[in-house]
């Protein structure tokens, strides 16, 4: 269908995409294709409402139901949404009641122009907000830089009165916006994204976000107990902190937390309440996580005790260096029976506690199905005693028949990281495949070797594939990756 108008020319084309309506019924979603010559408009005179359409083409579209069409609209860029209002009377005001509003600077700039003044973007939104009608479950706002803008607490304070359950905000660049206490007063809210803010709930009187299911904090800086704020949101299944300011120690008490994302600075965690978290990511910074533990209980102990749902475990070195902390018994007193994966991010095979922690770690994971390591480049020089321990273990006393695949990203063939492929591959009765990567070009001499020790190494498994992949040449860089199977 082509519809022509003064000054702008619009394409609409039907595809086969199946979408599920009441009964079972299954319509036929269009794109649409908006070119406008002006600039943003939200609305259309009565004279602009004259089309002039092929007559290969109905009007199948605008018959669609309303929840349909909404759908649709949903999932069209919002300037674009709001620009078909022009089509007929009948689309005029359907944007008006879309459930989710997602602006960028883009918003209401004209096809080959300019992006628009913060200003002028900032009077588009408003524009939108006031003629926009019903409940309004979604707002996300991504702009670029902010100095001051109190035009983002009006914004906020009209989202409230919405009953919003979905928040989004993003400012890429400079200071953190300060948020206002009305966003505390949006208690339906389920989902909320926040960068560069200021992170400062009023604890004494605000009861929590009883329906809350995600809570990102990016490059946020947190003014107020960000413990006490997890606590009073007991529904939290997601929870991402990724490069935050002002933390010092986490102590995570939610009894539906499914998974928790960590990445900055951080001297201590406590999980003290998630029966339910199976996903763990921890990528601190070098200087996080203050070396020493509290009292007679292993740091090991004390983070994995409060783990039984556990199935997927990512951590950084700093971290894994404040679980090696503390006496780690040779049979462990936990055992994490639901643990799938380990990723190990620069560890040090050659450090006792180090391999202890990563021992232990292994042992008492009985259906442990994938193992991923990033060795550390630097080598400990009182390496005799990590291979002493590598070599009184008994595989037997280790439940390795659930390991399927282990990646190893080396720098080198030191003898730790030998003896350390040696004990997997003796031990993994279902092992299918191991992946050996160094970080970068080996010269061949040291690959030859490292080859022929490898395959020498006897294999409980029969079926175990050995996946050598060789870095590009520092003299190629653009070359790729090849693989040699043993």
Known sequence: MYILFKGMFLRLSFLNVAYNVGGGRKLMFFSLELCFSDGFQGDCSADEEKRVCTADYADRISDLPRNVLEKLLTCMPLRDAVRTCV????????????PYLSFDDNFGRPPGKSQPTMDKLLLNIFQVLLRHQGSLEG????????RSCPEIDQFILFLSGKGINLLRIKILSGDPYKLPLSLFSCQKLSYLHLCSCVFNPPLGSFQGFSRLATLKLETVDIAANLNDFILKCPLLVTLAINNCSQLDHLEIDAPNLNSFQFEGDLNSICFKNTPLLERVMIDAN?????????GSISNFFKVFSSLPALKILTASHPFFKYLALGDISEKPAVTLNRLKTIELKDICLGAVGELSCALCLIKCSPNLQEICIEVNAQ?????????????VQDVSDYCLDKLKEVNLHIWSGTKDVMEFVKFLLAGSSVLEKMVIKPQK??????????LKEITCF???????ELIFIDPPAQSNPKANYSSRYY
């Open 87 to 98: 089509l007929s009377k009948k689309w005029r005001y359907m944007w008006v009641t879309i």
């Open 139 to 146: 707002f996300a706002l991504s702009i670029p830089y902010l």
């Open 286 to 294: 070098k200087d996080s996580f203050t070396l020493s533990r509290q």
């Open 379 to 391: 080598k400990d020089p009182n390496i005799n005693p990590a291979l002493d321990m590598l070599g």
């Open 441 to 450: 070009a080996l010269p061949s001499e040291d690959v030859v070797n490292i």
């Open 458 to 464: 006897r294999r409980a498994s029969p079926k175990a």
